[in-house]
Structure formats: structure tokens, C-alpha cells
């Protein structure tokens, strides 16, 4: 007999889900029990476009043979090694390989297992880097508004998104936000980056009167805000963060945790920009969700400043037990191989147009309040119901889970960000499903 014939109910499981409504979720749950390519399938077979990677991480697609081998094979060889002085070849190697496609000179790399290891990594690295070269005075961290850097403590207090902050108490002291970049009345339907708005950068200099430049270490922003709702930064804002980081000394992080491995065209946000920060975080893609993983890319200086003490003092008291664990590193490996090969980094390039295009198309569909897009990521944001914020977009959800598509939903925003080897037939099949749903939520 197939035991999954008759799910077992979960209302009552031992599982707290993460970021869910668990009560709501365990009386109907949506499950995924397999996956291959741009699909998910559920217990019953029921096959489902990805229309967001995963969780903004699966680049390549699902369960890539040559992944899915390198981890079986490096889990046979070598479980697990630590690199607390001590090493295994593979950390190197992956390092290497890391270095040989990162931007300018960020070309150092510490490794982490998340992204939210990932931005309190960079954000203890610019600490410790000030302090390094005499200027530990510099200890304030600024995020921005709507900015969402994981959930760790430094992470969730740098972020700017307020469900996630409130009830976490002072989180960490010394941290200010700049606000964000979003503003419908002027750039509403955006195609790519909207034209209004550099000048919003200009309110880290409010920051830095306020404060005092020579008190701030480091400004941490995504270089496109995704889990806040997809905001794209105006056309030459990021230039002007830059600019006014370098005139104050403040080091400049970007958070790549979505924007890395070829989501908007490009290995990285940063090459897409043409802006170079002086940290990068990474995490997701970097082994194609295979294994959890995340990686802090500094410029060359960053690491020249600390490595100036004694040769046999430790240079940098941080690090965690997995950091650069075997397994993540042969996924990592054989992920960046996939991407080479199959030209994934410039993927979303050659898709831009036609998935603008297609994400455009939704215009005029019921509460359709806005339509924004860069590289192969859209949004759609809806009108929220009167006293129900995030129920409309709850519901549209749903329904495109029961009409053959996953999309990810924040508040009354739908996230699309499908794995990057996604065919224009399909893209045509997720919109397809999106506007199905709209049409039919009310
Ligand atoms: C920009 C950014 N930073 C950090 C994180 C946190 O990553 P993780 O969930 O792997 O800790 C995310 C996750 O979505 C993210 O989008």
C-alpha cells in the first residue's frame, strides 16, 4: 500500500517552522517532496514551476547531476575536517577558485554557512579592521530602511524591515539607518532601474553629521533591496553612497546574498553596477542551495591590515565549527562549474528583456499598484486589503501553489526570481499562472 496515499496530518508536529504562520500552514500544508530542473513536486506528484529558486537560491536549477555527485562523492572521502589550524585541501581550492571571479581586488574569502553568518562576519571584519589600523573609534554600523541582512543579531539590526525587529528588543548599540530608496509617486513601473532618486544616498551625509563620519565603520545595504520588495536602486545611487563612503572613510558592504551568482546578469550586483564596495556577502547560490554555505569577499587592504601582528598570533578570532565544510565546498565547486559551463552568470542577461516584458504585461490586472524589475528578479505589488495587509497576496500565493507555480509573497508583494536556466516558454507558463491568479483574487 502507498503510505502517502493518506498524509498524516501536522497540525500537532514538533516542527516550529521559520518566517511561517504555523497554525495556518500546518491545516493545509504545501509540500515539497521532490525537485529536478525549474520544478518542485509535491507528495502526490504534482509538479510546480519554481518561480523563486528555492528561496532566491537555487541558480542553476534542482538536483544538477554533476552537484549532486561531487557532494556524494566528498561526503564517501572526507565528512567532515575542522580549519581551526588546521585545513583540507578543498577550503583552499574553493577559495581560489572564489578569488579567480570576484570583482577588482575583493579577492579574499572567509567562509560562513549563511548569509546571516555572512553579514555578521563583514560586519565584525569592518569593526576589526578599523581597530586594526588605529581608528577603533569607528564603531557605529548603518543599515538601511526596508534592508534585510538576515537574522542573526548584527544582521537583524543593520536590517531595516520592522516585523523583524520589533520584538527582538535593543538589538546592538550603535546602529543608525539611512532611508530607503522607495518611492511609487515618482517611479512606479520602473523598468530596470527607476530614474528618480539618487540623491536619497545624500541621507548618509545626515548620518554623518549627526554622528560624526570619523564614529561610523561601515554602511551595509543590498545592492537591490529583495526581501523588502524588490527595490531597485535609482540610477547613480549607488555611485553616491560610494562616493560619500570613500570622502568619510566608512567601508562600503554590499550584502550579495541574492544579487551574487548571475542574478542580474553578471557574477556579481557589484560587477552589474559598476560600483566596488570594499566587503561583499554571499551565501545562497554559492553551492546552488545544495549545501548551506556563505562567503565574505574584502579588498586586498582589509586583509593586509590584519595580517601585521605576530606570525603566530591568531589574526582573526571568529570563524564557526562548518566554516568551509567539505560538502559545501565540492557543491561549491562543482555549483561555479555548472554556472561556467552553462553560462549562468550571463543568463540573466540574455532573459532581461523578454522577462521584463512578460512582468510588465501585468499592468492594469486587478490591484496591480506597481511592477518593478532588474536582471531575472520582478516584483508585483498589490493594494492591500482595507485592515487586512498581506492577506491579498497570502491568497495569491496559495492559489498559484494549487495552479502549478510557487512565488514567494512579503507583505502584498509577489517575488519572482525563477532558477536562471529557466526557457522563455516557461517564463511565458509562470506568468501565465500569475495572471490567472490575479485576475481571479479579489
Ligand atoms: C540580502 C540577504 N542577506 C542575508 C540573508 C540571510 O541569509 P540566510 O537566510 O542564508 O541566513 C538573506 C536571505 O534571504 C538576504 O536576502
Redesign the pocket.
Known sequence: MNDRATPPSLENSAFFMPFSMNRHFKKAPRLLARAEGIHYFTPEGRKLIDGISG??CVNAGHCREKIVRAVQKQVAELDFAPTFQMGHPLAFEFADKLASLAPADLKRIFFTN??????DTALKLALAYHRARGEGHRVRLIGRERG????NFG?TAVGGMVGNRKIFGALVAGVDHIRHTHDPEKNAFSRGQPKHGAELADDLERLCALHDPSTIAALIV?PVA??GGVLVPPVGYLERLRAICDRHGILLIF?E??TGWGRLGKTFGTQHFNVIPDLI?T??GITNGTVPM?AVFMREQLYQAFMTGPEKAIEMPHGYTYSSHPLACAAGLATMQVYEEEGLFTRAAELGSYWEEQAHALKGLPNVIDIRNIGLIAAIELAPRAGAPGARALDAHIKAFERGAYIRVAADIIALAPPLIIAKSDIDRLFDIVRDVLKTTD
Request: net charge negative.
Open positions: 528561496l532566491w549563511s548569509g546571516s553568518e555572512s553579514v534585510y541582512h538576515g537574522v544582521g543590498e529583495c526581501s550584502d546574498v541574492i556577502t551565501a545562497k556563505g
